[in-house]
């Protein structure tokens, strides 16, 4: 078997910036994926001329005019803007919390100041307390009717348990915009690649061997044996064989299906946040590329339901469970992987935290910069 300088476990995001780095150093590299298809989660696939997200939307945004530049030499961005929609009890309310969602929410409010008011007052129903749940602390910085809502059902289903079940620093704050600006996210740069991610992955690979449907893990020894360095992007308490036990991480199922109507829903994303709905959103996802004249006037279009799932071994994690108590079996884990000289654990699941697509590739950038 030839001998590598960079073995990639994983072909998500991070494995393909770091690789295209080490391959613009004149490093070999392999790249091993267990599913059939490189992208990781950004994953999409084009279905009847419509570029679906496999696995969730996923919508690119950063501060950094490097990563932004860096992203747009794979593919051209289109200008989407995130602005999803919430669906409580057969009423829609815009998302983030703005002008749009209080007037909406209070038909006396129309005004900052009234808004502002409003919330205030909610709010001070925990006023001289420290909230002991999360419960407590959305009330303590949204008031009960956001949070009863637009908070509550959503985020029980999204974590599998009630809010007072949950730490209240789960929601260190929460958006509060005084306008009538619906755009989710605040950074400078924002967009989808126009052809969907996965053309960006490909190109991110080049100069690298890839093996796709190879689990790691079905010969381990063999794969470690097999480069210099090891890039490893899976679960961290996995490659130590749980010995200090599981980490905790949810789930997703999603359920798509295609329907005989040219626009489902009118937008991108729509949050159910009711907690008789069992799905958190549905994304329709032709709307995220409005430029493809071809999939917008389609009399057909593609959307899927997205079902939080509790996660156990055989499943696929998609968000790191960062209570106390994860976090420190987390940091016992850590300590074994500061130990190791050749294996380097990176990503969401090897580094037990949320990234965004920008946080995840800065990450890469900071260790290769060290390597490289």
């Known amino acids: 078997m030839q001998h590598y300088d960079y073995l990639f476990v994983g072909a998500g995001l991070f494995s393909a910036t770091m690789a295209h780095e080490a391959v613009k150093r004149g490093k ?7 599913r059939s298809h490189i ?20 919508i690119f945004h950063t501060d950094s005019r490097e990563v932004w530049d860096f992203v747009n030499s794979f593919a051209e961005f289109n200008r989407y803007t995130n602005c999803p929609v919430a669906n409580y009890k057969g009423t829609l ?31 001070s129903e925990m006023a001289g307390k420290t909230p002991q749940n999360l419960e407590e602390q959305a009330i303590s910085l949204v008031g009960r009717d956001i949070y009863e809502r637009l908070i509550k059902g959503y985020t029980e289903k999204q974590w599998g348990r009630k809010c ?5 620093n789960i929601i260190k704050r929460l958006p509060v915009r005084l306008t009538f600006d619906n755009n989710y996210f605040n950074d400078r740069y924002q967009g989808i690649p126009i052809g969907g991610y996965t053309q960006i992955i ?22 470690l044996s097999c480069a210099d360095k090891v890039i ?12 200090f036990g599981e980490l905790e991480y949810r789930s997703l199922r999603f359920e798509t299906e295609k329907l005989p109507v040219q626009n489902y829903q009118g937008n991108a994303v729509i949050n159910y946040t009711d907690s008789e709905t069992p799905y958190t959103r549905i994304i329709e996802h032709k709307h995220f590329e409005p430029e493809n004249t071809f999939a917008m006037e389609l009399n057909g ?16 994690p998609y968000y ?14 850590k300590t074994l992987a500061d130990k190791q000289d050749k294996v380097i654990f990176g990503g969401r699941l090897g580094m037990y935290k949320y990234f965004d697509m920008d946080d995840t590739i800065l990450a890469a950038w900071n260790i290769a910069n060290k390597l490289f």
Not at 39 to 58: L, M, P, R, S
Not at 94 to 112: A, C, E, R
């Open 93 to 123: 309310y815009n998302l983030p919390f703005n002008m749009n969602t209080f007037t909406k929410i209070w038909s006396d409010v129309i005004t900052p100041q009234a808004a502002l008011k409003r919330i205030t007052e909610q709010a």
């Open 202 to 223: 490909k190109k991110m690979f080049d100069g690298c061997d890839i093996q796709l449907n190879t689990d790691f893990f079905d010969d381990k020894e063999k794969w």
């Open 164 to 168: 007072t079940d949950l730490p209240a």
């Open 28 to 34: 070999r590299s392999l790249v091993l994926e267990k």
């Open 301 to 316: 279009s593609l959307i899927t339901r997205e079902y939080p799932a509790t996660w156990k071994q055989g499943d696929e």
């Open 320 to 333: 790191a469970v960062n209570d106390e108590k994860n976090s420190s079996l987390y940091a016992k884990y």
């Open 232 to 243: 490893y992007t899976g679960t961290i308490d996995r490659f130590f064989d749980y010995q």
């Open 39 to 58: 992208g990781g989660n950004i994953y999409t696939e084009n279905v009847d001329g419509i570029n679906v997200h496999k696995y969730g939307a996923h």
